[in-house]
């Protein structure tokens, strides 16, 4: 027997803060979207066809769910306005389904089939009240929907996220496994390209989304849910939290209680935000595209300025130092930006003529002219050398700068995992502001040697 | 100077009145050692942060600062009347391992031993 669906979702997002963007529909509940619950709740009623009525970022929905072939149900979409609800359902044979506005159908019994016939399922959520009717039509019959184990939630603030969120882990998640995930005893699911170095404790039940990194002693969990693409910086403890995509977490922290979205601390008790302004606490890892081409012109013309002033103190002081000859100079490669390897000169070298050449920034001179050429940015992550290459390199994330976290630590090729983190770091964060500050750390070792970061 | 201190034999009471931040923590910092210096005597310091809305890095590097230089004469640092924002700061930086915060400034002198 056929179903039908009808998905409304042009209402305005209910928590903007956690929005990120996206429409409400695509809000990430335990790693998946909304939307998805909403597919697998219609197919468990026996639905196959399925009209989606997207409002703002409605492009979002239809790039993620495209055609419902993926799901064995098939989605059609139409403009807000162009649908009459009171007229959705005149031949009430089969089951149709009305799904309007944020909510969670959250599946208590899941795993139990429920029954097919002739039935009509409307939530329909509004800030004020849940409309649950079931039956002929307008005809409401509570008592039966409880029975199928069906349980609507509303999805209008931060605490009632956070308390589905936390709902699904503790029942943990059973019925809603996501193809990529496994299920290991303790209740936890680890996504995809997920690096998670021994010293770094798991506890279940938890969430990992794909492409996260965690730094040496961190904990995390019980009951923390981690999006796709989040950093966890060294010594972090997460539990009974929530964080959202693209987030990275600073180091020594405690997020016990909390959901974090971006640079945002949100309270889920009482919903209040705390936005930090200080990337060493949490940040937004998004991309910032706008910015990229004002920030590489800057980078460029500052890389230009910094070749000119230490090219005439080079040959004046370094050129004498470098013929006392207690360093080396060889042709090295790197992976530039675009991921083509590219030949400078590597100077290496020991001994207090060494070290005064390279408080002098001199042996930075290659990587400043490869900074004027485009190759590579003024501030940035380490880069890659042509050693370290892979085949399967990831170079989405990658701006290598001659400026570098690396350097400001002045361990710039040791700890592989350590350089990984500060590259998806800069990745997110990079700003003038971020660069001014790589810089000034830079220098501050070099020159007086103060380690920072 | 905006801080209001009241001095009750070895306590005092420091009334705060902007956030902690990099732009204010240096004169906050100089205002206090200032004041400790013409009082000798201080061994208790309850820092009342009602009128702290934020506080950032820099704001909180102070914090640690002041409490070591006063830590090393003898004396302790207690924190007041901490608001929603300035104690999730706390709270998730771990400073509470090392600062004590009290709900009033009544309750941090009862602590005083």
Same mark, same amino acid.
């Given at each position: 027997?056929?179903?039908?669906? #009808?998905?409304?979702?042009?209402?305005?997002?209910?928590? %903007?803060?956690?929005?990120?963007?996206?429409?409400?529909?695509?809000?990430?509940?335990?790693?998946?979207?909304?939307?998805?619950?909403?597919?697998? $709740?219609?197919?468990?009623?026996?639905?196959?066809?399925?009209?989606?009525?997207?409002?703002?970022?409605?492009?979002?929905?239809?790039?993620?769910?495209?055609?419902?072939?993926?799901?064995?149900? *098939?989605?059609?979409?139409?403009?807000?306005?162009?649908?009459?609800?009171?007229?959705?359902?005149?031949? %009430?044979?089969?089951?149709?389904?009305?799904?309007?506005?944020?909510?969670?159908?959250?599946?208590?019994?899941?795993?139990?089939?429920?029954?097919?016939?002739?039935?009509?399922?409307?939530? *329909?959520?509004? *800030?004020?009240?849940?409309?649950?009717?079931?039956?002929?039509?307008?005809?409401?019959?509570?008592?039966?929907?409880?029975?199928?184990?069906?349980? %609507?939630?509303?999805?209008?603030?931060?605490?009632?996220?956070? @308390?589905?969120?936390?709902?699904?882990?503790?029942?943990?998640?059973?019925?809603?496994?996501?193809?990529?995930?496994?299920?290991?005893?303790?209740?936890?699911?680890?996504?995809?390209?997920?690096?998670?170095?021994?010293?770094?404790?798991?506890?279940? %039940?938890? #969430?990992?989304?794909?492409?996260?990194?965690?730094?040496?002693?961190?904990?995390?969990?019980?009951?923390?849910?981690?999006?796709?693409?989040?950093?966890?910086?060294?010594?972090?403890?997460?539990?009974?939290?929530?964080?959202?995509?693209?987030?990275?977490?600073?180091?020594?922290?405690?997020?016990?209680?909390?959901? #974090?979205? =971006?640079?945002?601390?949100?309270?889920?008790?009482?919903?209040?935000?705390?936005?930090?302004?200080?990337?060493?606490?949490?940040?937004?890892?998004?991309?910032?595209?706008?910015?990229?081409?004002?920030?590489?012109?800057?980078?460029?013309?500052?890389?230009? $300025?910094?070749?000119?002033?230490?090219?005439?103190?080079?040959?004046?002081?370094?050129?004498?130092?470098?013929?006392?000859?207690?360093?080396?100079?060889?042709? @090295?490669?790197?992976?530039?930006?675009?991921?083509?390897?590219?030949?400078?000169?590597?100077?290496?070298?020991?001994?207090?003529?060494?070290?005064?050449?390279?408080?002098?920034?001199?042996?930075?001179?290659? /990587?400043?002219?490869?900074?004027?050429?485009?190759?590579?940015?003024?501030?940035?992550?380490?880069?890659?050398?042509?050693?370290?290459?892979?085949? *399967?390199?990831?170079?989405?994330?990658?701006?290598? =700068?001659? /400026?570098?976290?690396?350097?400001?630590? =002045?361990?710039?090729?040791?700890?592989?995992?350590?350089?990984?983190?500060?590259?998806? /770091?800069?990745?997110?964060?990079?700003?003038?502001?971020?660069?001014?500050?790589?810089?000034?750390?830079?220098?501050? $070792?070099?020159?007086?040697?103060?380690?920072?970061? | 100077?905006?801080?209001?201190?009241?001095?009750?034999?070895?306590?005092?009471?420091?009334?705060?009145?902007?956030? +902690?931040?990099?732009?204010?923590?240096?004169?906050?910092?100089?205002?206090?050692? !200032?004041?400790?210096?013409? !009082?000798?005597?201080?061994?208790?310091?309850?820092?009342?942060?009602?009128?702290?809305?934020? +506080?950032?890095?820099?704001?909180?590097?102070?914090?640690? &600062?002041? +409490?070591?230089?006063?830590?090393?004469?003898?004396?302790?640092?207690?924190?007041? !009347? +901490?608001?929603?924002?300035?104690?999730?700061?706390?709270?998730?930086?771990?400073?509470?391992?090392?600062?004590? &915060?009290?709900?009033?400034?009544?309750?941090?002198?009862?602590?005083?031993?």
């Amino acid at each position: 027997m056929a179903g039908r669906a #009808v998905f409304l979702l042009d209402s305005p997002h209910p928590i %903007p803060v956690l929005g990120m963007g996206a429409p409400w529909a695509m809000l990430s509940i335990c790693g998946r979207p909304l939307i998805e619950y909403w597919i697998e $709740f219609a197919l468990r009623l026996g639905v196959d066809q399925c009209l989606v009525v997207a409002g703002d970022g409605g492009e979002k929905v239809t790039s993620f769910l495209e055609d419902g072939a993926r799901y064995g149900i *098939q989605v059609s979409y139409a403009f807000p306005g162009s649908v009459d609800t009171s007229k959705l359902n005149e031949s %009430p044979q089969g089951v149709f389904l009305l799904l309007q506005g944020p909510l969670f159908p959250f599946l208590d019994a899941v795993l139990n089939p429920i029954a097919p016939g002739d039935r009509s399922f409307k939530f *329909q959520s509004s *800030q004020a009240s849940l409309e649950i009717t079931q039956g002929d039509r307008g005809k409401a019959v509570h008592e039966d929907i409880r029975t199928l184990g069906i349980q %609507p939630l509303q999805l209008d603030s931060v605490k009632d996220f956070y @308390a589905i969120s936390m709902r699904l882990l503790d029942s943990r998640l059973r019925g809603y496994l996501t193809p990529g995930y496994s299920l290991s005893a303790d209740g936890s699911f680890i996504g995809m390209d997920t690096i998670t170095p021994a010293s770094c404790k798991l506890m279940g %039940p938890l #969430v990992i989304g794909n492409r996260c990194r965690f730094g040496v002693m961190t904990n995390i969990g019980p009951s923390a849910i981690i999006g796709n693409h989040v950093v966890v910086d060294t010594k972090t403890e997460i539990s009974r939290s929530i964080i959202l995509d693209s987030t990275y977490i600073g180091r020594s922290l405690d997020i016990i209680g909390k959901v #974090v979205a =971006g640079n945002k601390i949100i309270d889920p008790e009482d919903g209040e935000i705390l936005e930090l302004s200080e990337a060493w606490i949490v940040e937004d890892l998004r991309e910032k595209s706008s910015s990229d081409i004002l920030l590489h012109s800057f980078g460029r013309l500052a890389a230009f $300025f910094l070749l000119l002033l230490l090219t005439p103190l080079y040959w004046i002081l370094g050129k004498p130092l470098a013929m006392l000859g207690q360093f080396r100079m060889e042709p @090295a490669r790197i992976l530039n930006r675009s991921g083509k390897l590219i030949s400078y000169l590597q100077v290496t070298g020991s001994g207090m003529s060494y070290r005064i050449f390279s408080a002098l920034l001199f042996d930075l001179r290659p /990587f400043l002219v490869l900074a004027v050429q485009g190759h590579i940015g003024l501030c940035g992550c380490d880069p890659v050398s042509g050693e370290a290459v892979s085949p *399967q390199q990831d170079l989405s994330d990658y701006y290598p =700068g001659a /400026f570098t976290y690396g350097l400001a630590r =002045g361990i710039q090729t040791a700890e592989p995992e350590l350089a990984e983190m500060d590259r998806h /770091f800069y990745a997110g964060s990079r700003s003038l502001l971020e660069d001014l500050r790589i810089l000034t750390r830079c220098i501050k $070792f070099r020159l007086f040697g103060i380690k920072s970061l | 100077m905006s801080e209001i201190f009241k001095r009750e034999g070895k306590i005092v009471v420091v009334s705060m009145k902007n956030d +902690l931040t990099a732009s204010t923590g240096s004169l906050f910092r100089e205002t206090i050692l !200032n004041y400790d210096g013409a !009082n000798p005597g201080i061994q208790e310091w309850i820092l009342d942060m009602e009128g702290v809305d934020f +506080l950032d890095s820099s704001g909180l590097g102070v914090l640690v &600062a002041l +409490l070591k230089r006063i830590a090393e004469k003898g004396g302790d640092i207690k924190l007041a !009347n +901490l608001r929603k924002k300035v104690r999730t700061v706390f709270e998730i930086t771990r400073a509470f391992r090392i600062f004590h &915060a009290y709900e009033s400034v009544e309750e941090a002198v009862k602590a005083i031993p």
